[in-house]
T-cell receptor, first 112, second 115 residues
């Protein structure tokens, strides 16, 4: 089955700096890579996703990059703000599978 | 209108008791999931149902039994609760029937504490 690894497990940045979270996956059949944000005490919510036919996707201050050859994908948050503080999960899914495989999460703290 | 709802939000109970958590969705999605999130925040899938049919049944003790009375509901019954069952349980839904390539919408979670 798929194995998704996520690094780092914790990340602290100063407000205004950038944050990068990286994930690797093992199954070359995976072709869908969502990122979820979970604020303290709340539910995970999708913030951005990318499919394998695209190398990069941006949405305002967040972007995701995908390297299919190396089997890794990354979340980039620019100009971080205190409200970006949360746990971020990457995941991988495929047309042939019936579940996401989630990474272990990254706790991001943005220091004002 | 809440898209995915769960009841109760908090559940505190004694070891050995039996309890149920309910999930309802009004999105018309075909697939529903149960996840367990432990204190380290790992999101572990437990079950998934597609149109009332069990699709995924991960290595979960048989004290946990999901039931889907209709497409909009997926309940989780837990027998003989143990301390290690303490966690937040999330219900989620997805429009995709047989592929894991679409957004999953999570419920608010049920925090279960076993004393």
């Amino acid at each position: 089955g798929e194995n998704v690894e996520q690094h780092p497990s914790t990340l602290s940045v100063q407000e205004g700096d950038s944050a990068v979270i990286k994930c690797t996956y093992s199954d070359s059949a995976s072709n869908y890579f969502p990122w979820y944000k979970q604020e303290l005490g709340k539910r995970p919510q999708l913030i951005i996703d990318i499919r394998s036919n695209v190398g990069e996707k941006k949405d305002q201050r967040i972007a995701v990059t995908l390297n299919k050859t190396a089997k890794h994908f990354s979340l980039h948050i620019t100009e971080t703000q205190p409200e970006d503080s949360a746990v971020y999960f990457c995941a991988a899914g495929s047309n042939t599978g019936n579940q996401f495989y989630f990474g272990t999460g990254t706790s991001l703290t943005v220091i004002p | 209108d809440t898209a995915v709802s769960q009841t109760p939000k908090y559940l505190v109970t004694q070891m050995g008791n039996d309890k149920s958590i309910k999930c309802e969705q009004n999105l018309g999605h075909d697939t529903m999931y149960w996840y367990k999130q432990d204190s380290k925040k790992f999101l572990k899938i437990m079950f998934s149902y597609n149109n009332k049919e069990l699709i995924i049944n991960e290595t979960v003790p048989n004290r946990f039994s999901p039931k889907s009375p209709d497409k909009a509901h997926l309940n989780l019954h837990i027998n003989s609760l143990e301390l290690g069952d303490s966690a937040v349980y999330f219900c989620a839904t997805s429009p995709e029937t047989t592929r894991a390539t679409d957004t999953q919408y999570f419920g608010p979670g049920t925090r279960l504490t076993v004393l």
